[in-house]
């Protein structure tokens, strides 16, 4: 992806691009909150983690569109016998198995996290 103002932190005025949102380690994803009424209110919620700053932002579910592999379902489980509640809770990176709207996001926000992590190095 094209390196490109996308991003700025409302505390430090920092930009970041798709790429920082995505990898960068002090761009750090906290979960995800949904809105089942209005889906332009669901958001993803970040925080800056450098020495300057530490502020916590948010990016709408809908900017990140197209970061989704494949194709997102019509119908919406929050609420119903089959939803499981994670997109209920803020901190619930738990995966989503379920036919839903949201679960493409939530696996999205995995990515994110996994792209993060440090690899372990072999003993």
Not at 45 to 55: K, V
Request: aromatic content about 8%.
């Amino acid at each position: 992806m094209a390196i490109t103002r996308f991003k700025q932190c409302p505390m430090c005025g920092h930009w970041f691009s798709i790429n920082d949102i995505m990898e960068d380690p002090q761009v750090r994803p906290l979960g995800m909150k949904v809105n089942d009424e209005d889906f332009s209110i669901n958001l993803f919620f970040f925080n800056h983690e450098c020495e300057n700053c530490g502020s916590t932002f948010t990016i709408p579910a809908r900017d990140l569109m197209p970061l989704i592999d494949g194709d997102v379902p019509e119908s919406v489980l929050t609420g119903s016998t089959k939803c499981e509640g994670h997109c209920l809770k803020l901190t619930d990176l738990d995966v989503c198995d379920q036919e839903c709207a949201y679960a493409p996001f939530r696996k999205l926000l995995r990515d994110m996290l996994a792209n993060r992590r440090e690899p372990v190095e072999a003993e």
